[in-house]
């Protein structure tokens, strides 16, 4: 992992366990805090047109800002609970998706691609 994911989660690992909270960061309750924050940051878009999500007002640009915070702190404390490598993974699932996504076959198009074959 990079030194800057690692950085953030040796400062959210080290948040935690100065609060005692390593009991309450379970899998599950990271995941459901995780899809709390999301949904926090959807609520922020969620009625603007397409052109309005692009050019954010100031006030709303920084409350966006703060839900991208809490999404990614909880994204990385999970990742960091589970053991699992958050650009690893990334380019992993990027891999599967250049071959799922053939650039000639869907630029310019939003259909899903079947499965990937076994």
Sequence with gaps: MSTEWERLSERLRAFVRARDWEQFHTPKNLAMALAGEVGELVAELQWLT???????????????RAELGDVTGYLVRLADVLGVDLVEAAHAKLDESERRYDADRYRGSARKAPPLAP
Excluded: F
């Design 50 to 64: 397409p052109e309005e999500s692009r050019d954010l007002d100031p006030d709303t640009l920084a409350r966006v």
